[in-house]
């Protein structure tokens, strides 16, 4: 059975972790692919709210096995104690395998970001600062350790002994920092590999056999395709590629072998961090959607910025990651609201255009070209049925269905599992295929 991979449509916390969760329900394997704890994935569940980071949101299902991909950079520390919580609460992390090809995030990762962010000041990323850029850097320089390494100490005590011996160089000076204590990192990092060992394995076998005995493969992508490092806003980006095509490179999938690329919006646009967010609230809208739809990092605790939906930025990531299908979450934040809008184009330097510009100062000057469509005023946390939601609100996801150019198969109405909507007309339907007016 081909893989189905879920992601994020805007600049991540779209609410990927519940889909998956629930998608989970019916899955043999689910795959993280990209990214590392800076990522945030909260689930709801009758059980209580579970917070995630590295640990595939199908860790809930125990007949899942869920992999952490060779594309994400592993913080042995964060993960293990991530591991620890899950078993306080009686979930079984047995299932659970990481990559022996993942990259390790060092200590001097989250230094070198914190150092780096600082030097910044002027114009900030934004980082969550636990040394994921670094990590990702060390990577495509070549000089990572990997999962692999940090199993055998011998080889693990070999390349620390070369790059904390390096990154010391650089530490002391260009930053005036104090030297990292080469055999400290040993010890400690020679631990987590002795506790990690049972769950190392060379995942994108374990993933080609379930995909070969046509078993259900979930590939979730961390943070959102905005964020990614070619196609996002650059340079306040990630520094992988949640996108599909980095979903297959992250997981060990080819891309003939998906079936399903379902991307996650949100009813409206958040961005945590700084870079641009064309259609931003500063206002008393802004704040109540904030509180509304709790509006906080799950990793860092920070208020969400908060905008309109954006349509242009939706359709590019739609075209790019060839979306077959939308998850719609946050309806419910809206159920308030007298009116809402929907940016369907951008006016740069007096010229109307219906593209996301490359250059971020461009980007940062576009003024969103606005329409303005019916809010609903009526609760929908309550519908479990198309039929269920007040015809203002049905109305309102047609518009951003043909906006993004990819048929929105399922709207999320509130936290928990239960409240995914399934919409309408399948996925094979030729209405949909062909983006005609959908039913009502």
Request: hydrophobic share 40%; with cysteine.
């Amino acid at each position: 059975m081909p893989a189905t991979i879920i992601l994020g449509g805007q600049w991540g916390d779209e609410g990927k972790g519940k889909l998956t969760d629930a998608l989970a329900a019916e899955a043999a394997v689910v795959v993280r692919a990209n990214g590392g704890s800076n990522a945030g994935h909260t689930l709801e569940t009758s059980a209580g709210v579970f917070q995630l980071h590295l640990v595939p949101s199908g860790i809930l299902n125990p007949d899942c096995l869920c992999v952490v991909g060779a594309g994400v950079v592993v913080d042995p520390g964060a993960l293990l104690a991530e591991m620890d919580a899950l078993r306080a609460r009686g979930v079984s992390v047995a299932n659970l395998r990481i990559s022996d090809r993942a990259h390790v995030v060092l200590p001097y990762h989250p230094t070198l970001d914190r150092l780096e962010e600082t030097r910044r000041a002027a114009v900030p990323i934004g980082t969550t600062g636990r040394g994921i850029g670094p990590a990702y850097a060390d990577k495509v320089g070549r000089h990572g350790v990997r999962v692999a390494d940090l199993v055998d100490e011998a080889t693990l005590r070999r390349r620390l002994t070369v790059e904390v011996a390096a990154k010391n160089e650089i530490l002391g000076r260009v930053y005036g920092e104090p030297p990292l204590d080469l055999e400290e990192v040993v010890r400690r990092y020679a631990d987590y590999g002795v506790r990690l060992r049972e769950h190392v394995a060379p995942t994108e076998t374990l993933v080609q056999d379930a995909l070969a005995a046509r078993r259900e493969v979930l590939i979730e992508c961390a943070q959102g395709a905005m964020l990614d490092v070619d196609y996002g806003t650059y340079p306040f980006v990630t520094s992988s590629s949640p996108t599909a095509a980095g979903a297959c490179q992250g997981a060990g999938v080819a891309p003939t072998q998906v079936r399903r690329v379902v991307a996650v919006f949100k009813a409206y646009s958040t961005r945590v961090g700084a870079g641009p967010l064309p259609t931003e609230l500063h206002d008393g809208v802004a704040a109540g959607i904030r509180e509304r739809g709790r509006e906080y990092g799950t990793t860092t605790g920070r208020p969400r910025r908060i905008g309109w939906f954006d349509a242009v930025a939706a359709a590019h990531v739609a075209r790019l990651n060839g979306a077959t299908e939308v998850a719609l979450t946050l309806l419910d934040v809206l159920d308030a609201m007298p009116e809402i809008r929907v940016c369907t184009g951008y006016t740069l330097d007096g010229q109307v255009i219906d593209r996301l510009p490359a250059r971020d100062d461009e980007l940062a000057r576009v003024v969103p070209v606005l329409t303005t469509l019916p809010g609903w005023e009526t609760p929908t946390t309550g519908a479990r049925r198309a039929e269920d939601l007040p015809a203002a609100a049905r109305a309102y996801v047609r518009f951003l269905e043909q906006a993004i150019g990819a048929p929105v198969t399922l709207v999320g109405v509130g936290p928990s599992r239960q409240q995914l909507v399934p919409l309408g007309l399948p996925l094979a339907d030729p209405v949909r295929k062909g983006m005609a007016t959908p039913a009502a």
